[in-house]
């Protein structure tokens, strides 16, 4: 190892770039120096190129030194390592032909190319496939140290044949280019109907679609091209988050009262403590590239559980799956497990770490009374205790305090409730 050591200390000595590089600026700076001259006067031009032909040749013959010269040590630096090294053979094709995990279940892989197609939207070309399998199935070999042929793989490629799981996979796509579209109403409603399915999950994909949702109404019809009426800008996001938000206080609390808090911020956003928060730019490819997973993860369940099979033969297909592609606005990207992951709120947590606490505005406080506007009420939407609504008339003039603002309620209002 001591002859490899030297070897490397040569390495590090001659094959640096730093002359290489400094040649090549004279050589540079040359040719700026004539340009210059020639530019300043034209009638010297034949002398001045005819002066830079010498000195522009040994600057390139010193350059083409330099490079001989860090090739040289990176060619005796690989001499060592194989004079120094022992040699190991590496795995004939025989050796790991013989060892073959998959050779047991051939199915697998055929399965695994059908569901890439179908995730990828090619429901014809997965169609096709999955006939010419059939016509020429494969044939199952055990091998050393492998279970046998599991009797239900070939169950289990017929399944995508399907009609009902073409159809899912199709809804997706459906929903996708909704989602391209700035349309989340098609996503959202998705995620209700598989709310329990998700919770299970552990999956925040509900929330995120309905916090964008919300996001994407407070930047009123400038910014999201919808009508401007009153389910648009501040009125339609307050609107909305009555509706929306109490559903998800248990577990998102902390999100829901940045959210409410950032309606005073409304006239200057850009330099409010939530403006990361209101940043959409990253975020629809973010959302549609959670979406995805959490509908294959979804179908993914409900197929194991139909057909009461183990969960690793099930995961097997699904782990051999080519990484699918999401398409954006700004090409193709891979939907690997760092994608999926959204960026922006770990940014934001960091953020709201270092976030002065914020206490939203209340109207001035009367006598409390049954349903008064102006008064505060400990009852959120459907008798869900725990929240501060403030009503205002937001009809005209008369009365020119805030509109009704929902906000969760504070230690000492529950108490006094």
């Known amino acids: 190892m001591d002859a490899l050591q030297l070897e490397l200390a040569r390495l590090q000595k001659d094959a640096s770039l730093s002359q290489s590089i400094e040649d090549v600026d ?21 002398i001045t190129l005819a002066k830079l032909q010498n000195p522009f040749k040994q600057g390139l013959d010193r350059v083409t030194d330099d490079l001989k ?3 040289a040590a990176h060619n005796k630096y690989g001499k060592a390592l194989d004079k120094n090294l022992s040699q190991k053979s590496l795995p004939s094709e025989t050796l790991s032909t013989d060892y073959d995990a998959l050779a047991s279940h ?23 496939f999955i006939e ?10 055990p091998t050393p140290g492998t279970p046998n042929p599991y009797p239900g ?11 009902e799981l073409q159809a899912k996979f199709a809804n997706m796509y459906t929903i996708l280019e909704h989602l391209r579209a700035r349309n989340l109403l098609p996503a959202i409603e998705w995620a209700r109907e598989h709310s329990s399915e998700l919770e299970k999950r552990g999956s925040n994909l509900e929330f995120e679609l309905t916090k964008l949702q919300y996001v994407w109404l ?4 400038e910014v999201n091209g919808l009508p401007n009426d009153s389910r648009n800008g501040l009125l339609g996001a307050i609107t909305y988050a009555r509706e929306n938000f109490g559903r998800f206080q248990a577990r998102f609390l902390r999100d829901i009262q940045q959210l409410s808090a950032a309606m005073a911020f409304q006239s200057n956003l850009q330099d409010s403590p939530y403006r990361l928060t209101f940043e959409t730019d990253t975020t629809w490819s973010e959302v549609a590239t959670s979406f995805t997973r959490e509908a294959d993860g979804v179908d993914d369940a409900a197929r194991a559980a139909s057909r009461n099979t183990p969960a ?22 891979p939907a690997d497990d760092d994608a999926l992951r959204p960026r922006r ?16 505005p209340l109207l001035p406080q009367r006598e409390l009374s049954k349903g008064r506007k102006g008064d505060i009420s400990l009852r959120g939407p459907k008798g869900n205790p725990g929240w501060a609504f403030v009503t205002g008339d937001i009809s005209g003039p008369k009365r020119p305090h805030t509109p009704y603002i929902e906000r969760p309620a504070t230690e000492t209002e529950v108490m006094e409730g």
């Open 26 to 46: 004279k050589v540079l700076e040359q040719l700026c120096n004539a340009r210059e001259a020639i530019a300043a006067d034209s009638n010297t031009a034949s």
């Open 69 to 71: 010269k860090i090739y």
């Open 106 to 128: 051939p199915t697998l892989i055929n399965r695994a190319i059908a569901m890439h197609l179908l995730r990828e939207g090619q429901f014809g070309v997965a169609s096709t």
């Open 132 to 141: 010419e399998a059939h016509a020429s199935p494969p044939e199952a070999k």
């Open 153 to 163: 793989d070939e169950e289990e490629f017929t399944s995508l044949k399907s009609q």
């Open 218 to 221: 407070f930047q009123g019809h």
């Open 312 to 333: 690793k033969i099930n995961d097997l297909p699904r782990d051999l799956c080519l990484p699918s592609q999401q398409r954006t606005e700004h090409g193709e990207e």
């Open 345 to 360: 709120r770990q940014r934001e947590s960091a953020e709201a770490e270092q976030r002065p606490a914020v206490q939203m």
